[in-house]
């Protein structure tokens, strides 16, 4: 068994952030290798929630994996259901608001592959696409905080 961690600061809320990583139709326009991503099962809260199945379409491989928790706006976690040679493969996504009002992420992959002699590869090949696609992730939260509305309050008399 195999863990690694990935750790980001994203320059918006938590909401804006665990909105983009839980977007599961939207991953193909994150990140080039994606081809598609669909939903093969809508999750609760729909469409993105638990349970939700998506299928995404890379270059040589379709990879199924499935919500086993989700929690919005703090953590998320899913499981491979097939598609890669890996075995028991789980990742959990936290969001914590940090002092700068922005959030920190945490990826933590747990995975084991099944061609043991490939081991070094296949994990190296795991992380450098987690990597990828929270890089692009944080980035496009970010993008779409830039293009928020500022949010202007009110005075008690209304004015």
Partial sequence: MSEFEVHRTAAAKPETVFD?????RGYANLVG????????Q?????????????????????VREQVTEFDRPTQYTYRM???APLHDFIATVTFRPNSEGGTDVDYLVSEDPSIHVAKPVINEVVKKSIVLFTDAAVAKAAELTAHEPPHVAESPDGG
């Fill in 33 to 40: 290798m994606i081809k598609s991503s669909e939903l093969e």
């Fill in 81 to 83: 259901l097939s598609g």
């Fill in 20 to 24: 983009v990583f839980t977007d599961h």
């Fill in 42 to 62: 809508e999750g609760q809260p729909a469409p993105n929630g638990l349970g939700a199945i998506r299928v995404i379409q890379l270059p040589g491989a379709t």
